[in-house]
Every structure is written in C-alpha cells, then in structure tokens.
C-alpha cells in the first residue's frame, strides 16, 4: 500500500473547446471509485492508494474517449512521502499557518 | 493585453520537506502584486494580464531563493482564449452545470 | 489494452540538491520493465500499456524513497488516443515535416 | 538577469488532432527569439534568460492563437538554481555518469 496524492487535469483533444462536459464524467468516475476528491478551476486533487488512484486516472480517458474525444492529454501532479502522512487539506492548512504568523 | 489563467505549483529543492513558508511567501507575492488567486492543495491558481501574472512568477522565484533555497522548480498551467472571456470561477461553475444534468 | 505516451518527471524533495543518482535509478526501472524510454534534459519519454507504464511509475517512487527521499514529487503528461496509433517518433517527425515546408 | 530552463509544451483546443504545425510554429518563434531550445516528442526544452523565455512563451500563444486555435493551453516546467550554472546538457550528463558507475 503506497497512499499518494494527485492533481489531475484532464484535456480531450478533438473534441471542441467546451470541454465541462467530459470533466463532469471524470468526476463521476472519482466519485463512483469512492476517492476523496476536490474540483478546482484546473484540475481535481484526489488522494487515495495508488492503485485505487490510477484505475480511475485510466477509466477517465477511457470514459473521455468513450465519448468521443479521439485524443486525450493529461497532466498530473504525483506526491508520496513516508515521512508522514499528509492530507490534502494539511497541505492547505500549513500554509495558512504560515500566512498567520507574518 | 492578454488575459491569462494559470496554475502554479512552486517547489523549492535543496531546502527539506516541509514547503508551507515558501508557499505561504508565494501567497503574500501574489497578494502584493493585486493578483486574483486562489491556493489549492496542488498549487494556486491565478488570473491576470499575462506580463502581471508572469512578474510574479518570476518574483515568487526570487523571494524563495531570496529564502534559501538554492534550487526552485515550478510547474504551470496557462490558459488563454480568443472565443469568450473565462474565469476561473466560470471553469468550475461549467462543470457543476453539467454535474447537475446527470 | 491501452497504449499511453508518457513524459515523467521525478522529483526527490529532502534529498539535497544533486538528482541525478535519483534519476539514474529510474532509468533503470524503465529498462527493467522493459519499456521504450528516452531520457531528456526535463524528464523521460516513455511508450507502452498503460498499465506497465504505471506500474513502472510506481516503482520509481518506491525506489527514490528507498535511496533516502522522504517525500518525492512527480509531473506526468500523459496521453491516449484512439484514431491511430502514434509513437514518441512520430510526433517529432510530424513537426519536423511541418518546419521543412516552411 | 535570472538564467532559466524550461520545458515547454504548447496544447492549441478546438483545432483538431494535428497539432504538428502548431508545434511547428512555436519553434520558429524560438528559434527567432535567438533562444537555445531542443525539441522532444512531450515538448521542448528552452534556455535563457528569465524574461526573454517568457517573452517567447506569450508570443507562442499569440501566433497559435492567430492561426485560428480560440484556445491554447500550455504546460511549463521551470528551473531556476542559484548554487551554479547548470546547461540542460549538464543535466542529462549528470545522470548519464551515475548511470555509467551503476
């Protein structure tokens, strides 16, 4: 088991420029995968096991291609660490934190 | 003028694991520099004319050099478009339009 | 099956500044895994399924934290496409036939 | 003066699939900005000073735009070092020798 966390951004090529539509059924992919997961204004951070996340970083492009997007990219964020556990919201928080004591 | 959206994600290597007063640093430049913007686990993202968006980038540089870190890696996002006027807020809100439909 | 086209880029936080001896290691995984790989000066082209590519990604991050990196940062653009089947070379091809008409 | 390198890769939306004369342009504009840049199959690698890189960057986004693409989207890493000068040669020697001692 290796927890990792990810922003992941998912651009079909082809297939128009209003691309809402294919991003909702991403999020349906995360959510029907039942990962933790946070919609922002260029991309989704989700954090789960690895393997849990990246099944569903691969069914994205295959629900995108589905339908009818003949060309997907991509891009992701991909941290790990084993010093200790981290959430997504401890990252937010450390740095408000930070921002607190200036 | 060109309008931009970004996202930018801030690494400083060489200055050990814990990133949150770098970021936070990034945050007040961002602030300073009267940039629309909005800090996720992953990053930050901003609106702007490009040249504002990109002065501050490179600040955001300088500051975390200025630091001590001898190293920085950035990652970015950029968006523009000549169709319509996007903002980072319309980027969300388009997706949970679609959300809705399901 | 699903091909992907992979560009990775690792990035050990908490181990100094010198990488190199990080990313040599994950050259290696990829030989070992058997892929087609190509090493440059920002990352790593990698081609092939979808699911050894990943499982060689996730052993790049296993084998940095076991050289000593407490936390490990990757960046991946990944794409798929369904209309034809295209290598790393070809897309440097592709743009090399656009420049010689120019 | 900020010495950078880059790794840029230039993603015009609602263009179609080929995106090879697009690319094809962007290093025509590179190449007359006088910056030192290589071409691989994930993007290109640029190097430079900070301000001529980025100045660059905005004109590729211009002429994609001008060439019909109503939406670009670019991905960029950037690296900036103040310990020593480091060529983007330099960084694929340096894990080309650790490879050599393996």
Redesign the interface.
Known sequence: M?KV?V?L?V?P??A??????Y??AC??VLEDAGLSH??????T?IEGE??AV?AA??RC??VV?DMGA??????????????RDQS??D??A??????GQ?
């Not at 128009?16 to 539509?21: A, E, I, K």
């Not at 003949?70 to 010093?83: A, Y």
Request: hydrophobic content about 35%; overall charge positive.
């Open positions: 290796m966390t922003d951004c651009i090529l082809g128009g420029v209003s691309l809402g539509g991003i909702a999020e349906r946070e919609l922002h204004p260029y991309g951070n690895w393997d990246f970083v691969r492009h295959e291609h003949p060309r997907v990219f991509t891009t992701l964020k991909v941290g790990t660490r084993t010093d997504l919201q990252k937010v450390s740095v408000h934190r930070h921002l200036a």
